[in-house]
């Protein structure tokens, strides 16, 4: 068996050494030796042993010692020659009862070079094994101000609170982005549950990506899965089976929607300063309560997208005299372009009014949405007129947030939370842009501009 695995192994490495000749790149294994200095090398911290993914594995320790292996750490040598048969006395080791002695590793910028085990390594890939035990020396990395550099020190803070090696982005920001999608600080540290459940997705996230065909790094395999997760957020990302991330991923790139929200005072920006096509591009308009009718169907008017509505505690009178044009979306579901969004307008009871909630009355509407919720497979987005308690508020009933917004949150997992209410005037230090549990808040009053399914450079978004 073992002989039949070396030829397998081999063709492996031919296949592998072609590659890279036709590309005029090295067909060998890097060598560290190449990438760092003699004084580096020297410098380098004892980490002790560890459980090393075995994709990180990319060189060796002297460039000398990498021909007999194509640098996917396939065999290159003969089938009859000494290093093939010890390669094969090594790979029946592995089958009759693995491969258990460590390996002796250095690291550099999260890459890693082999000292001792090049051939348990060889063996250990070949039979697509995800890690191997190793004794680590990390090589201090140059502060040259370069990007990889960079790259490095965000990954580090990364791998200190999540305890992961295997995700990588292009940009040092992405680490902390996707703290914020999961919910946590920057520097939060990650429990055993969370790191066991985000590997899970990152497996089948990586499966589905390998079924579409695409060639991909650790890096490009990192942007398109923070994507991912903005997309449709981690919460729901993270409980997808296999099959529905490989549907996702082999429907075609969707552009990423435009979304103007608005509330409680009439932004100037787009309606007394308005000019000609300056509501072209976008996709979508929410309005979130306390605007007046003339102003909505202004909106509507000029935009070429749906604006939808709640209304605020002062909007009685659309009850009997809605805006015209537009959609209001009160206790109910609307679904556009894909997207799942929920309304619950009005505030908390602070004198009487139609719209105007005590704190059960507006848990009664919510539960009410249940059926509406399931029935399109959850939401999106809930938008509202107040805020969540806790979440932009204030003490006073007057601009008090309803817990049942908080429920709704913890049980739904919604991307967006869109509400008005908290004027700047007197909320100068309510962010117009937050996060909670995984649910990005956004403040509505006046105008805020934001996109859903994609990354954006807009100088108009209010969202980074």
């Not at 308690?389 to 049980?411: A, C, P, Q, V, Y």
């Not at 230090?429 to 990005?440: A, D, L, N, R, Y």
Request: charged letters at 25%.
């Amino acid at each position: 068996m073992s002989e039949y695995d070396y030829r397998e192994a081999n063709k492996l490495a031919i296949k592998e050494y072609k590659k890279a000749k036709s590309r005029k790149e090295s067909p060998y294994p890097v060598g560290l030796d190449t990438v760092v200095s003699p004084e580096q090398l020297l410098a380098g911290r004892n980490l002790g042993l560890e459980q090393i993914p075995l994709a990180l594995v990319v060189g060796t320790k002297h460039e000398g010692r990498n021909n007999a292996f194509a640098r996917n750490f396939m065999p290159l040598l003969d089938h009859s020659s000494e290093f093939a048969a010890k390669w094969k006395i090594l790979c029946a080791a592995h089958l009759a009862e693995g491969i258990r002695e460590p390996v002796k590793l250095y690291e550099y910028r999260n890459r890693f070079y082999v000292e001792e085990g090049n051939k348990r390594v060889s063996v250990l890939k070949y039979f697509d094994a995800d890690s191997i035990d190793a004794y680590v020396i990390r090589i201090p990395s140059r502060q040259d101000g370069s990007a990889e550099a960079a790259l490095y020190e965000a990954f580090l803070k990364f791998h200190e609170c999540s305890g992961l090696r295997t995700v990588e982005f292009s940009d040092p920001s992405s680490y902390e982005k996707l703290q914020f999608l999961m919910g946590k600080q920057p520097g939060e540290g990650w429990t055993e549950e969370e790191r066991s459940d985000f590997l899970s997705f990152y497996y089948y996230y990586h499966k589905g990506c390998v079924s579409t065909g695409k060639e991909m790094t650790l890096r490009s395999l990192g942007d398109d899965m923070l994507a991912f997760i903005e997309t449709y957020g981690y919460e729901k990302a993270k409980g997808m089976s296999l099959s529905h991330i490989k549907k996702l991923l082999r429907q075609p790139a969707r552009k990423a929607m435009k979304v103007l929200a608005v509330s409680d005072d009439e932004s100037k920006q787009y309606y007394e300063y308005y000019t000609p096509g300056k509501l072209d591009d976008f996709d979508l308009i929410l309005a979130c309560g306390d605007l007046h009718k003339v102003y909505l169907e202004f909106l509507t008017t000029m935009a070429p997208c749906p604006v939808l509505y709640v209304r605020g505690n002062h909007d009685d009178i659309l009850m009997e005299d809605p805006p015209g044009g537009c959609i209001c979306i009160e206790d109910t579901v609307y679904e556009y372009e894909g997207l799942r969004i929920a309304g619950l307008g009005g505030s908390f009871r602070y004198r009487d009014g139609k719209n105007m909630f005590s704190e059960a009355q507006m848990e009664k509407r919510v539960k009410k949405l249940d059926k509406a919720i399931k029935k399109h497979g959850g939401v999106d987005i809930l938008v509202t007129h107040a805020p969540a308690r806790g979440l932009n508020d204030f003490d006073s009933l007057t601009h008090r947030g309803f817990e049942s917004f908080n429920r709704f949150i913890e049980k739904y997992h919604p991307s967006y939370l869109v509400h008005g209410h908290i004027h700047k005037n007197y909320g100068v230090h309510i962010p117009q842009v937050s996060e909670w549990k995984g649910t990005t808040i956004i403040n509505a009053y006046d105008h805020c501009v934001f996109y859903i399914g994609g990354v954006t450079n807009d100088a108009d978004s209010n969202v980074r």
